[in-house]
């Protein structure tokens, strides 16, 4: 399966890697970009202000973002170049809001009426809420998933390499993998983010009020404690503020994964069926290319954010 790296420079040119060593790319339903590292060999001495960083793979975009870190070195007399890059909706986490309510806003208005973000896209939904509130300190990412708990009771997410979406899509994708096509399966379990006990303040600062216990938890031993002030993002149902943190530091508790060799252009969302597992969500992709081939990771949560 071909696959190329390509480096936009600020003027227009492009540099394109052909002969890539090692690559990693991944992308999960709560991840708010696509993520990708590589290393490929390279004949240039030197590459400044790089603008865009693309993957593609089997004629594919399957990445499109910042250069976080570039790396040019020879080693043996041979030269190579290292690459990190984010999506471009890596930007929703670095662009921060004013602090204060926000009232009758909806999705639309808020992708489209604070930053203008370079090729970052989103669905299009006018469904409005009455307000959200922007705490200090909050980010673009931060109110967008407030506002699709508040409208949706979801997560959003990153479709495609750097499409926003806060409700699922109309037609998503298939995919079969029969037994012979598998090279490995599991499951596996994550309880390092769970909360046992949650205590929120009132508006006079008293805690007593607002409290929620995760049974399971404690039936697993984990004791651990949150105290934590009044969410005013939540102040149309502040019980609602701990409900969502326990669904929140519940996800991926649960996942059931496979890996297959090649990469077939699955994507979050989209669904799959393998062994016991049927037609269920895809929440995670992650694609490893190395000396050995190419392998495809798909992983699929049962959680609150990702039901049926």
């Excluded at 970009?33 to 202000?49: G, N, P, R």
């Excluded at 607002?210 to 949150?226: K, Y």
Aim: hydrophobic letters at 35%.
């Amino acid at each position: 399966m071909e696959s190329r790296i390509i480096l936009k420079i600020a003027d227009g040119t492009e540099i394109v890697f052909e002969d890539i060593l090692s690559f990693t790319f991944e992308k999960n339903a709560y991840m708010p970009y696509t993520s990708f590292s590589a290393v490929a060999c390279s004949e240039i001495d030197s590459i400044e202000s790089v603008s865009e960083v693309s993957f593609i793979i089997g004629g594919k975009r399957i990445h499109h973002g910042i250069c976080d870190t570039l790396d040019i070195y020879t080693e043996n007399g041979k030269g190579f170049c290292r690459i990190v890059s984010k999506g471009f909706t890596s930007l929703l986490c670095r662009n921060q809001l004013e602090e204060g309510l926000k009232t009758n806003i909806s999705f639309n208005a808020l992708m489209e009426s604070f930053y203008t973000l370079p090729f970052v896209e989103h669905e299009d939904n006018s469904d409005t809420s009455n307000y959200i509130y922007v705490k200090p300190n909050s980010v673009m990412w931060d109110g967008v998933v407030n506002l699709a708990y508040k409208l949706y009771g979801r997560y959003p997410y990153i479709r495609g390499t750097n499409t926003v979406r806060i409700t699922p899509i109309e037609l998503p994708v298939g995919f079969v993998y029969r037994d012979n096509a598998i090279l490995k399966k599991g499951i596996r379990i994550n309880t390092s983010r769970i909360i046992s006990d949650y205590h929120m303040a009132d508006i006079n600062g008293s805690y007593g009020e607002f409290e929620l216990v995760n049974t399971e938890a404690h039936q697993l031993n984990i004791i651990r404690n949150n105290f934590s002030e009044l969410d005013k993002q939540f102040l149309y149902s502040p019980q609602e503020a701990l409900v969502f943190r326990d669904r929140f530091n519940t996800r991926e508790k649960l996942s059931h994964y496979f890996v297959y060799s090649g990469y077939n252009g699955e994507d979050i969302t989209d669904i799959v069926t393998f062994s016991d597992t049927q037609e269920k969500k895809i929440t995670g992709v992650k694609v490893i290319g190395n000396s050995n081939g190419i392998f495809t990771e798909i992983s699929v949560n049962n959680d609150y954010f990702n039901r049926e």
